[in-house]
Nanobody, 122 residues
Framework: QVQLVESGGGSVQAGGTLRLSCVAS????????MAWFRQAPGKERERVAS????????DYDASVKGRFTISRNNAERTLYLRMNSLKPEDTAIYSC???????????????WGQGTQGTVAS
């Protein structure tokens, strides 16, 4: 089992910045893919960004491309999401997730965190 714990959520004004972190308790796959998802009230969960083990292959949803940056520190088993130029529509619960080393840009992940709330006021 892998436990994922997110932190860094909060409330900001539109145009502001939040930086999320996610720490994994273990590495079950050797070279796992990791991703950030979000779910807004009344909406389906959507994948925001994903990253491969080496950090060289990243994928972003079109709605956040150019504003959000995903990164990771494998030595510390930590995943990050820097969110700039935030908009009210970015308000959601943000969760991190882990899957095996192939096909990182997918919604299918095996382990999930509980999430952290990010709220953007207009």
């Amino acid at each position: 089992q892998v436990q994922l714990v997110e932190s860094g959520g909060g409330s900001v004004q539109a145009g502001g910045t939040l930086r999320l972190s996610c720490v994994a308790s273990a590495n079950p796959y050797g070279r796992p893919c990791m991703a950030w998802f979000r779910q807004a009230p009344g909406k389906e969960r959507e994948r925001v960004a994903s990253i491969d083990f080496g950090g060289g292959v990243v994928d972003y949803d079109a709605s956040v491309k150019g504003r959000f940056t995903i990164s990771r520190n494998n030595a510390e088993r930590t995943l990050y999401l820097r969110m700039n130029s935030l908009k009210p529509e970015d308000t959601a619960i943000y969760s991190c997730a882990v899957r095996g080393p192939s096909k990182c840009a997918t919604d299918l992940h095996n382990f999930w965190g509980q999430g952290t709330q990010g709220t953007v006021a207009s």
